[in-house]
């Protein structure tokens, strides 16, 4: 069975150029219908701060069935702190979604994550890390496990995510050469119209309701073309299982946890509060 794994970023707007969270409250519940229509589950990347502010969509995410990890607590470039200030960055930003639901997968902003802190993700109980890019060095391009000792499991992404928003017809000569399993990645901000010219180009190319038309025929090109579309975490599982020097042990499914108030139990609450 050959898989693709669909992921999402969230966070505030384009960072570091804004500060808004257009993507987050508009985007990303277009993201959700949309994969609701497809019957596709995907992976959603939380910043600590998006999960503290958007609850409610967060227990959205958890709810239809797709997978929550973290990306870290601001959207911090972890690769410009000091190696004990981003471990307790990724610490803190793993207590905070940890209130949520238990994270299992890590994705580092900008994709950096300097190797001497897999050792602070294993400590932090991850299974797996996907701040790796296959365009970029080392260079990976199947999962891996990059340290024995530590354990996690390495799951590049394939491609950048304005890659994406090119037309298919571009898109496919890129698809073809690509490997198995292959993991996607993107933002809610791509979905909404953010009209910033002082941006780069390729993060304004085919945004919003053209970004959500070419993700919909992105997932009917990969079923056409034989995929099953999964969570990262079930590319992680099928390696682990195959793999001698990894024990394996199947993850357990999330669930929205409950928060208690004194001896009340109560729920996760919808909308967008903080918490």
Known sequence: MRKAALSFDVEQDMPPYLDTWHGVEVGLPKILDLLALKRVKATFFFTAVAARKYPG????????????????????R???MAPGEACRAILKATTIVSRFVKPLGFRAPNLQLPRILASCLARAEYLYDSSYAAYKPPFLREPRVLDVKVGLVEVPVAVTSSILRLPLVLQKPIHSILWVPRVYFSHPWEYVELKTPWTRIDCRLNTGRKALALLEKLIQFLEKSG??????????DTYRRNRENVPYQPHVEQSPRSSRIGNKLIHVPGGAAGI
């Open 57 to 76: 969509l967060l227990k959205r995410v958890i709810d239809e069935g797709h997978e929550v990890g973290v990306h870290g607590y601001n959207h911090e």
């Open 78 to 80: 972890l690769d410009k």
């Open 227 to 236: 995929f099953t579309l999964v969570r990262i975490i079930d590319i992680v």
